[in-house]
């Protein structure tokens, strides 16, 4: 028996995507009197030199860095609070749902946002988009017996992300679940089909690779007021060069923006041919009653 993947989901990066900066430089590193620019280099030396993966570093080096009685996972998610993001946000998330008309509603289409990022679960998990959204996952500290984090308990690389793709797409959400069980594609709640994946660049690029191959969307996104153009230019290259995408937007998510616009139209069309598909079911479904001799 199949499930009614009524599903829409718009799946986010978040350091450069939502935000223009890197939630560490922002509200960490202030909090604790961690000069950016030495930490980056501390923490590219380890990748560069002796050959550590850039997530694993850049949280051994964040755990160098603090002092000797460290944070709480709470004393993250309250600085968490002062994130700040790309116009529009967070208000663009229930503003999404208006595209929905009464015949998507009548049938269950419903629409779910999901942050995944390599940075800090705790401190998106403070801030004013954890209630816009269906679930974040993010790097995570396991923690002393006074609460204090001490060790990285789990570590999200660019790489690894696209495991939570698949994660969505079966409707394992809960970690403990295997990811690579079995699963028929008619039983998987949110197909790639229904799903829109939005990134900044280099990094997001095996993501925007599994969307391309099993039929999602993606959407690369860049600073507008970056005045080094780095920022639009790994978008560029990443569509007119690499081939890994069709849309690049500026990083402005306000109704009406170039970057709504083009969302807005992805969920029209996703939504449509939900409804679509749908009808059709139930009409080839419908036996006709017998007629009278």
């Known amino acids: 028996m199949s499930v009614p993947q009524t599903t829409i989901a718009v799946v986010y990066d978040y350091d450069q995507t939502l935000s223009p900066t890197y939630m560490q430089d922002e509200v960490l590193f202030p909090a604790y009197g961690i000069d950016p620019a030495h930490f980056w280099k501390k923490s590219q030396q380890l990748v560069k030199e002796d050959g550590w993966e850039s997530e694993l570093a850049y949280l051994k080096t964040l755990l160098d860095s603090l002092p000797m009685d460290p944070p709480t996972n709470e004393d993250l998610v309250r600085l968490g609070a002062n994130l700040k993001f790309y116009p529009g946000l967070p208000e663009m ?4 749902n208006s595209l929905l008309n009464d015949a998507h509603h009548a049938i269950g289409i419903r629409i779910e946002h999901y942050i995944l990022s390599s940075g800090m679960k705790a401190l998106i998990d403070g801030s004013a988009l954890k209630p816009f959204v269906k679930e974040i996952f993010g790097c995570e500290f396991a923690t002393d017996s006074h609460g204090r984090i001490t060790f990285p308990k789990r570590v999200i690389s660019h790489t690894q992300k696209t495991q939570y793709l698949f994660r969505i797409n079966k409707g394992l959400l809960d970690l403990s679940q295997d990811v690579n069980d ?7 709640p ?3 089909t229904n799903m829109i994946y939005v990134g900044d660049g280099p990094t997001d690029v095996p993501c925007f690779t599994v969307m391309k191959q099993f039929g999602g969307q993606s959407i690369a996104v860049y600073n507008p007021n ?8 790994k978008c560029y290259q990443l569509s007119a060069h690499a081939n890994r995408i ?5 990083s402005d998510y306000r109704s009406g923006s170039h970057l709504r616009l083009i969302l807005d139209e992805m969920i029209h069309e996703i939504a449509d041919r939900i409804l679509r598909n749908r009808r059709e079911e139930i009409e080839e479904s419908r036996v006709a009653a017998p007629g009278h001799a």
């Not at 998330?93 to 999404?96: D, G, N, V, Y």
């Open 226 to 233: 970056d005045p080094t153009r780095n920022s639009f230019r």
């Open 246 to 250: 069709k849309h690049i937007a500026p």
């Open 93 to 96: 998330f229930t503003e999404l």
């Open 182 to 188: 079995h699963m028929p594609s008619d039983l998987r």
């Open 190 to 192: 949110v197909p790639f």
